[in-house]
């Protein structure tokens, strides 16, 4: 295959390649914001203080209340709970506790699907007595809270109670700084119909199920790769006259302007193989790598004066200097004339 029939199908090769990475790039782009939903499992809190004003006893889980920050070992206990029988979450002789510092934080603008609050929790049980914990949650230090879930009724061993669901937001749309450890708070309310129940509570942990919005990805036009090497060597010349592959690197020879136009046998002009490089065997680099080719050419003759055939030099030079030597000869043959 003549070279510059390879360097033709070479360039269009990775003019399609191009438009191909190209392509696949534009593709990657465009695709919508998708949503992440998450939850990240049951938090402990790091935080708790007993509601002192307008709470029964006013003390809460008086023993060992930080025990509840943990699944096990420890439990907080609250002693013959409560100044009142109500069974209702909001009245005054109850006994609450606050628990906070749950680390909730997350991403910013992600939206709220649910939040469960898990109670690990018994009592101590008594004929005919009735017991259950309150649950409400607060997005602004305690300042407000929402509208108090209960458990089902305790019994003597210890029961884990979910109150809420993966979707359940508790009435309201929560922004994600509501739940910073300085805006949430988790309020348990102990209710019995026996002024003299104790409570024990072992765990009180939060989970917050949410979805974020994933950033768009960036879009980045990467240079396309490099060509490898299984595309660009071209196939090795079948004619007797072209150069064996041999070492890259090694430069191209120089053209030599030997190109003639001679008549062929059958009468046409053809060109000869005089045209082409020295028979010489010369190493020749792949053809990504090689520089296009001077192609040579010849000068027209001036009119009347023969072409100056391999020297290269210009005919009206090469005239000049015929003048000069015949000039320099005729001096010569008149000096010997007159002086010999
Ligand atoms: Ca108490
Ligand atoms: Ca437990
Ligand atoms: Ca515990």
Redesign the pocket.
């Known amino acids: 295959m003549h070279d510059r029939t390879r360097r033709v199908l070479l360039f269009l090769s990775l003019l399609v390649f191009i438009g191909h990475s190209l392509t696949l790039i534009s593709h990657g782009h465009g695709h919508s914001a998708k949503a992440l939903a998450a939850a990240g499992g049951f938090q402990s809190c790091s935080a708790t203080d007993p509601v002192s004003v307008d709470s029964g006893d006013n003390d809460g889980f008086q023993e060992n209340p930080f025990d509840a920050c943990a ?2 070992p420890g439990f907080a206990l609250d002693v013959d709970s409560g100044s009142s029988t109500s069974m209702a979450c909001r009245d005054l002789g109850k006994d609450r506790q606050l628990f906070y510092n749950y680390g909730l934080a997350i991403p910013a603008g992600s939206v709220v699907d649910g939040i469960e609050v898990r109670l ?1 929790g018994w009592f101590d049980g008594g004929v005919g007595a009735l017991a259950r914990m309150c649950i409400e949650l607060s997005w602004d230090g305690g300042t407000t809270w929402t509208a108090p879930k209960m458990t089902a009724l305790l019994t003597t061993a ?1 029961t884990t109670y979910i109150l809420g669901s993966p979707g359940d937001s508790w009435g309201r749309v929560w922004q994600d700084t509501d739940l910073l450890d300085f805006n949430f708070r988790v309020r348990v309310t102990n209710l019995a119909t026996d002024i003299n129940q104790d409570f024990s509570l ?2 009180a942990a939060v989970q917050v199920r949410y979805t974020a919005e994933l950033p768009e990805p960036t879009a980045t036009l990467s240079p396309a790769p490099r060509p490898s090497a299984t595309l660009s060597p071209a196939p090795i010349p079948t004619t007797a006259a072209s150069p064996p592959l041999g070492v890259a690197d090694v430069p191209p020879p120089a053209p030599i302007p030997t190109a003639t136009v001679t008549p062929s046998s059958t009468g046409t002009l053809t060109t000869t193989a005089t045209s082409t490089p020295t028979p010489t065997p010369t190493p020749v680099t792949p053809a990504w790598r090689t520089t296009p080719r001077p192609t040579p050419t010849r000068k027209p003759a001036a009119k009347g004066l023969v072409a100056s055939p391999i020297s290269g030099i210009d005919p009206a030079l090469g005239t000049a200097l015929i003048v000069v030597l015949l000039c320099f000869a005729a001096l010569v043959a008149l000096y010997v004339t007159n002086y010999t």
């Open positions: 699944d096990g690990d210890e072992d765990w």
